[in-house]
């Protein structure tokens, strides 16, 4: 039986304003992960840096903290089978151009600076993300996905 989990995905500020957030919902739905939350939000300064806290001293953190306030995010959370490394396969490498053709960081972006889309990277990171940006209340998980209860079903 695959192991289920819970992932944060966010549609980074060049992504919401390139119009990309519908295209981006789509690909995940489409492949049977559960949307368990979703909200709209301008990233603080103090959000950024508990999102990103690990790349502090690297010389790309000041960007990296003034890019992801750059304009509003889509903060999600997503739920499923394998949904971690799930979903950041289908997202594609930091690098969008060494990112896999077919994968939404190869299709929709040219630099790493502006790369689209968040996805957490370890059960432990997803947990602590899923809390920077959602109360528990806020996560809707009551409602049957059909991709998975079709393994349920089976048994
Ligand atoms: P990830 O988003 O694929 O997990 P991380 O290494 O965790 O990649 O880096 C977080 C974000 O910081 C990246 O998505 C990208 O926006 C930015 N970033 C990472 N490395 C570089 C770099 O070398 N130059 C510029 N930006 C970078
Ligand atoms: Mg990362």
């Known amino acids: 039986m695959p192991e289920e989990q819970r992932t944060f995905i ?9 119009g990309l957030v519908g295209e981006i919902i789509k690909r ?4 049977g992960f559960k949307l368990i939350g979703l909200k709209m939000l301008h990233v603080t ?6 999102h990103y806290g690990e790349h502090e001293g690297k010389p ?11 304009g509003p995010i889509v903060a999600m959370v997503w739920k499923g089978y394998n ?16 990112a896999e053709v077919g994968t ?3 299709d929709y972006a040219l630099l790493m600076e502006y790369n689209v889309v968040h996805g957490s990277d370890s059960p432990e990171s997803a947990e ?3 809390g920077i940006y959602f109360k528990p209340e806020e996560l809707c998980d009551e409602y049957v996905n059909m991709a998975e209860s079709v393994i349920e079903d089976l048994g």
């Not at 995940?28 to 492949?31: A, D, G, I, R, S």
């Not at 300064?45 to 508990?50: K, L």
């Not at 790309?60 to 750059?70: D, E, M, V």
């Open 10 to 18: 966010a549609v980074k500020p060049d992504g919401v304003k390139r």
């Open 28 to 31: 995940f739905e489409n492949k």
């Open 128 to 130: 602590r993300e899923i």
């Open 60 to 70: 790309f953190y000041p960007r990296l903290l003034r890019y992801i306030q750059s």
């Open 104 to 106: 939404i960081r190869a």
């Open 45 to 50: 300064q103090e959000m950024a840096e508990r």
């Open 83 to 98: 949904v971690i490394d799930g979903a950041r396969h289908m997202m594609g490498k930091t690098n969008p151009m060494e």
